[in-house]
């Protein structure tokens, strides 16, 4: 019986004008940033906020798979990306996981990605986003933020 799913890796077309309320960029709100998570102080990592927005600038709403990777920052190049400290994968494919992550104030995601090694106050980092759908093309963003701030 078909279930109608896509094979897993293909693009799955939408019609005009549905297609233009899809993501066609990602952006990571200046709310991301190092946080403790609990108020004894034990569990911390990186809260990023990301906006999916759509043809018209708009945000929207994007189902599919987030990988959040964290480098050092590397200061007077190019690329300011440094080594690979940390990496992410959440799914906000479902109904139900995506909601999860919905923040109607900032009509953004919300992802609390906990990282166990120490933040030092006023350290750079370099946060990359990466999101995949079967609805979209692969979207990506990229942002320097310090610590404590």
Do not use: C
Not at 10 to 26: D, E, F, N
Not at 86 to 95: G, H, N
Request: aromatic share 10%; charged share 20%; net charge positive.
């Amino acid at each position: 019986m078909d279930s109608g799913a896509a094979p897993a890796g293909a693009k799955v077309s939408v019609p005009a004008p549905i297609s233009l309320t899809l993501p066609k960029q990602i952006a990571i709100h200046p709310f991301t940033g190092i946080r403790v998570f609990d108020e004894s102080g034990g569990i911390r990592g990186v809260d990023v906020r990301i906006q999916a927005l759509d043809a018209s600038g708009d945000s929207t709403k994007a189902f599919g798979d987030f990988r959040f990777e964290l480098y050092a920052f590397r200061a007077n190049s190019v690329d300011p990306r440094g080594a690979k400290l940390a990496t992410w994968e959440v799914s906000a494919a479902e109904a139900k996981t995506n909601a999860l992550h919905w923040d109607n104030i900032t009509r953004a995601y919300k992802f609390k990605l906990q990282w166990d090694q120490p933040i030092p106050v006023g350290q750079q980092y370099v946060l990359a986003a990466v999101f995949s759908s079967p609805f979209t093309e692969r979207l990506m963003a990229q942002r320097v933020f310090m610590a404590g701030q």
